[in-house]
């Protein structure tokens, strides 16, 4: 396995950490406009459960206070919230988000590599959960397969090896391979602590002409029930998915 084909393995290890705000250690380039803007803070507020709070500023009048208050008027229904949709390797893999994740689309100019990355993280601050979905060109543009087994276990290896070796604590819980509308997925269940956060994780992998992605879903470690059917959510949406 090359070392550019392992910098592109680790890329999802690299994607939890910028959402997370930690320092990325693995020689992958580091995406300025995302690590140290709002955005990254906004994830880690997700996982985190914090809360920011500020000074409000009185710009009315006491007088204008006191003064009566016009008839209310009926207002317009708020409006439906928008769904999410993530879409992956040309819309062979996609998805209906959860009601309740908001995304934030990774800067222009992040790059794995030689490879331009295309992403985006999803946040629901209510159940502290994060979706990351990711795709880049595969190494060397190599084209593989839409179930390329060889491809996907070396990849999931070199993932789990790559994990093992940036978060000391990261331990695997579980893995399979899947077959979803042809495409080969390989899924591995982990728990690790990012920052001061023990969360569990979820990432499935796959592969598709010279395009490789990552779905990772990520949440809170005491709250393994709501993981457990976020992933089982995102897999059903994946099938249903037209």
């Known amino acids: 396995m090359s070392s550019r084909t392992l910098r592109s393995i680790t890329f999802s290890i690299a994607m939890t950490k910028i959402a997370l705000?930690?320092?990325?250690?693995?020689?992958?380039?580091?995406?300025?406009?995302?690590?140290?803007?709002?955005?990254?803070?906004?994830e880690q507020t997700v996982l985190s459960g914090d809360t920011v709070t500020g000074k409000i500023t009185r710009s009315v009048p006491p007088a204008a206070e006191s003064a009566p208050q016009a008839p209310s008027v009926a207002t317009a229904p708020a409006p439906k919230p928008v769904v999410e949709r993530a879409s992956l390797l040309k819309g062979?893999?996609?998805?209906?988000?959860?009601?309740?994740?908001?995304?934030?689309?990774?800067p222009p100019g992040a790059r794995m590599g030689n490879a331009d990355?295309?992403?985006t993280v999803y946040g629901d601050p209510t159940h502290k959960q994060l979706i990351i979905?990711?795709?880049?060109?595969?190494?060397?543009?190599?084209?593989?397969?839409?179930?390329?087994?060889?491809?996907?276990e070396r990849a999931r290896a070199d993932y789990i090896a790559q994990m093992q070796k940036s978060l000391p604590d990261y331990e695997i819980i579980g893995d399979k391979a899947l077959r979803i509308k042809g495409i080969g997925i390989r899924q591995?269940?982990?728990?690790?602590?990012?920052?001061?956060?023990?969360?569990?994780?979820t990432s499935l992998l796959a592969a598709s002409g010279t395009t490789q992605a990552v779905v990772r879903i990520i949440s809170r470690a005491d709250d393994g029930r709501s993981h457990e059917a976020l992933v089982a959510n995102v897999l059903q949406a994946m099938r249903a998915t037209r």
Not at 92 to 100: E, H, S, T, V, Y
């Open 21 to 42: 705000r930690l320092a990325l250690t693995s020689g992958l380039v580091l995406l300025p406009a995302y690590a140290s803007a709002n955005a990254s803070r906004t």
């Open 92 to 106: 062979k893999i996609g998805f209906r988000l959860p009601a309740g994740f908001v995304g934030s689309q990774l």
């Open 117 to 119: 990355v295309k992403g």
């Open 133 to 152: 979905a990711a795709e880049w060109r595969t190494p060397s543009g190599v084209r593989v397969k839409d179930d390329d087994h060889v491809f996907l």
């Open 188 to 201: 591995t269940e982990g728990i690790s602590t990012f920052g001061q956060v023990r969360t569990l994780s």
